[in-house]
């Protein structure tokens, strides 16, 4: 790398963690006031409630990603023109380009990082705010455990104790319904079910291996398995059934909070589960959206780069250029963002392909910025 490049980088790292450090200080903030109330209402520790915090901030980090990259490379190129630095690199015959190059460069490693980030700390750090919050804030009992694809469930009355574990588990967003009124597609269906029940003093009681478990007519009904009860005299009664109904103390209800969000499942987990929900015959439009939205978003940062360095290179230079460039660009980074928003929403619901909603955003914006950099004859 040439004296020159090096130096371009090191002005435009400079800016660019100044700008990073704000945003994600803001974020903060943010999110501070946001939970506040809630966390006084529950008399949640100061400590533990900076650490409900703390949990929140690595995803809040792809968040900000990409508007550091389109201000600092706007900022960056902004300051090089009023400096005169630009136009003395102009006048030795080399391109904006070679300037562009580094500031590319950064952008690109910074849409690596957000992918990598996204796929390995965020989704961890989102599991863990969202339990935090539930147990200590919300104080839900903590019911559920995740280990690799495993799915365990565990809850308590007078009677004992029930355990469930799931090979394959979703719930369809069907909040604000009774589980009475809940419609055939809107209802939870576990498959490879294991269900073990012990009383209050840990003695077993019974155990229900099943193909599928569902939500029918306001009963639970089990399909194609076995099931071993515990006599009083000490011996154990086994039968095989096709289809039989048994009592649970859990609604369906119960079972909304169990599944894994989106934001708490990287790319790879995320299409694992879309591949064994289509076995399993799911509709799963909606999730395979999120999915090459992960990859799309993940090029915020290098999309959101290349235009502001076209958009800066073709700035007047004036009193208020600066300022109203900054203006401007933080106006293209919300349009940006709320065409990918709406994107993915079209996506989602089917009304675009979900590869054309996800990608869509990025393909006008890159193909906007390459077209100004052309007409800037680079």
Known sequence: MSI????????????????????????????????????????????????????????????VLPVSALLSSFITVGLLRRSRELTAIRASGISDLFVSRPLLFTAGALSLLSFFWAESLAPAANRRASDLWEVEVEKKPQRRLFIQNEIWFRTTTQEGTTFYHFGFLKVPPAKGYPSSSLRKDQSPVMRDVMILRVSRDFRWMERIDAQEMRWEDGNWVFRNGVRWTSLSGGGVQIKAFQTEVFPLPDRPE?????????????????????????????????????????????LFSL?????????????????????????????????????????LALGRSGALPA??????????????????????GL
């Not at 054309?356 to 950099?373: E, P, S, T, Y």
Request: glycine share 8%; aromatic share 14%.
């Open 254 to 298: 119960d079972f909304q909070w169990v599944t894994r969000d989106v934001e708490e499942m990287g790319f790879f987990a995320l299409r694992r589960y879309i591949r064994r929900a289509k076995e399993e015959g799911y509709d799963m439009t909606a999730h395979q959206a999120e999915l090459h939205f992960k990859v799309a978003s993940a």
């Open 4 to 63: 020159l490049s090096r130096h371009i980088l090191r002005e435009h790292l400079k800016v660019l963690l100044w700008i990073l450090v704000i945003l994600w200080l803001l974020c903060f903030l943010f999110e501070f006031v946001e939970r506040w109330d809630d966390l006084l209402e529950a008399n949640v520790p100061p400590s533990l409630g900076f650490q409900i915090l703390l949990f929140r901030m690595p995803q809040y980090l792809t968040y």
């Open 355 to 376: 590869l054309v909603g996800a990608w869509g955003g990025n393909i006008l914006f890159g193909a906007a910025g390459l077209w100004l950099l052309v007409r800037k």
């Open 303 to 343: 999309i959101a780069g290349l235009f502001a360095i076209a958009l800066a290179l073709r700035m007047p230079l004036k009193a208020g250029g600066l300022v109203m460039g900054v203006t401007l660009s933080m106006a293209v980074g919300v349009l940006y963002y709320l065409l990918m928003a709406t994107g």
